[in-house]
DNA sequence: CCCTTCTGTATTACCAAGGC
DNA sequence: GCCTTGGTAATACAGAAGGG
């Protein structure tokens, strides 16, 4: 949003296109060339040879910073927007952001950075509960108000994180009668005991869970959420187990952490507790999507 | 127990709609 | 007409399940 290309009345500021120049210059500049800095200084428009020098001592003494230790890896408070937790920035960096200013050497945006060097966020399993949450959510507001169901439903996660959600759901969906599955949350398609599910609703378009959107999941990895190991999920009954006698703990009621409308970006305490297990008669909740088109 | 396959999450790229 | 915003598709990667 502007940050780029800051005119510069100052000169040791850097523009975004002068950083880039210096960057360039310095990579194709032989270091042993013994007019290196004249000729990034050349390549860079409006930087004396002085400037490129500090400039570089800086650059250096910062990469020496973080390699160090000294410095931590920024996380880049964005330029705002997100007033997205930790978690959800992934939420909308989306690809115009772009706020490292020099990007720390290695990743230019080109694309896709080599992740080895930056470990790749390992990923917060969804929940049964976020899941039927998300389920409600999708009821509610339909395939793609994403933003609408976690705002107001799976506030534990951003818009992102959703969409990505339901795009694998849908997938699973689709796939419903592939024979050899395993069980996943996906298999949970519906909020209530019921065998109420989805099924209906081909929502990407898809030809349909004919399993009358089979179900049950048992979702043995929900390994992270301290849910006292305890039965807080009933044991269910929730369309036929897949391929196998799947003890299945979905289906628990659910309760709508609804009419609270979180603030954006805050995010539930924990995602837990917001299921207590308070019974909400929301069995037998029909889709009623819209289609796929609504938007658009 | 090890290897293979599959699942789930995150990230990136592309595209379309809406606002100015 | 351009820019911003938001959604979808595709892909990468890690980890767990399943099979031998």
Request: charged fraction near 20%; charge should be neutral; hydrophobic fraction near 25%.
């Given at each position: 949003?502007?940050?780029?290309?800051?005119?510069?009345?100052?000169?040791?500021?850097?523009?975004?296109?002068?950083?880039?120049?210096?960057?360039?210059?310095?990579?194709?500049?032989?270091?042993?060339?013994?007019?290196?800095?004249?000729?990034?200084?050349?390549?860079?428009?409006?930087?004396?040879?002085?400037?490129?020098?500090?400039?570089?001592?800086?650059?250096?003494?910062?990469?020496?910073?973080?390699?160090?230790?000294?410095?931590?890896?920024?996380?880049?408070?964005?330029?705002?927007?997100?007033?997205?937790?930790?978690?959800?920035?992934?939420?909308?960096?989306?690809?115009?952001?772009?706020?490292?200013?020099?990007?720390n050497d290695s990743n230019h945006g080109g694309g896709k950075v080599s992740r080895s060097d930056q470990e790749r966020r390992k990923g917060i399993a969804w929940t049964?509960?976020?899941?039927?949450?998300?389920?409600?959510?999708?009821?509610?507001?339909?395939?793609?108000?994403?933003?609408?169901?976690?705002?107001?439903?799976?506030?534990?996660?951003?818009?992102?994180?959703?969409?990505?959600?339901?795009?694998?759901?849908?997938?699973?969906?689709?796939?419903?009668?592939?024979?050899?599955?395993?069980?996943?949350?996906?298999?949970?398609?519906?909020?209530?005991?019921?065998?109420?599910?989805?099924?209906?609703?081909?929502?990407?378009?898809q030809t349909n869970g004919p399993t009358g959107g089979g179900s049950s999941g048992k979702s043995t990895r929900q390994q992270h959420h301290p849910t006292p190991a305890?039965?807080?999920?009933?044991?269910?009954?929730?369309?036929?187990?897949?391929?196998?006698?799947?003890?299945?703990?979905?289906?628990?009621?659910?309760?709508?952490?609804?009419?609270?409308?979180?603030?954006?970006?805050?995010?539930?305490?924990?995602?837990?507790?917001?299921?207590?297990?308070?019974?909400?008669?929301?069995?037998?909740?029909?889709?009623?999507m819209p289609h796929a088109s609504a938007h658009r």
């Amino acid at each position: 949003m502007s940050t780029d290309e800051e005119p510069t009345s100052y000169s040791s500021l850097w523009t975004r296109g002068q950083d880039k120049a210096f960057e360039n210059a310095l990579a194709f500049t032989p270091e042993d060339s013994s007019d290196r800095w004249e000729k990034i200084a050349e390549a860079v428009p409006g930087k004396t040879l002085e400037e490129i020098k500090y400039h570089y001592e800086l650059l250096v003494d910062d990469i020496s910073s973080i390699e160090s230790g000294r410095v931590p890896l920024p996380c880049y408070v964005s330029s705002s927007e997100d007033t997205m937790d930790g978690v959800g920035e992934s939420g909308s960096t989306k690809k115009r952001g772009h706020i490292g200013h020099f990007d720390n050497d290695s990743n230019h945006g080109g694309g896709k950075v080599s992740r080895s060097d930056q470990e790749r966020r390992k990923g917060i399993a969804w929940t049964e509960d976020e899941h039927r949450l998300f389920l409600l959510g999708l009821e509610k507001y339909g395939k793609g108000d994403w933003r609408s169901i976690s705002r107001n439903f799976v506030v534990s996660r951003t818009p992102t994180q959703v969409a990505s959600h339901a795009q694998k759901y849908f997938i699973r969906l689709n796939s419903m009668n592939k024979d050899r599955r395993r069980s996943s949350i996906h298999d949970i398609t519906s909020v209530g005991n019921g065998d109420v599910a989805v099924s209906q609703g081909p929502i990407t378009g898809q030809t349909n869970g004919p399993t009358g959107g089979g179900s049950s999941g048992k979702s043995t990895r929900q390994q992270h959420h301290p849910t006292p190991a305890g039965p807080v999920y009933g044991t269910t009954t929730v369309g036929q187990p897949i391929g196998g006698p799947l003890i299945s703990a979905v289906g628990t009621p659910v309760s709508l952490p609804a009419q609270g409308h979180m603030a954006y970006g805050v995010r539930a305490p924990v995602p837990g507790p917001m299921v207590t297990g308070s019974p909400t008669s929301m069995a037998g909740m029909t889709y009623s999507m819209p289609h796929a088109s609504a938007h658009r």
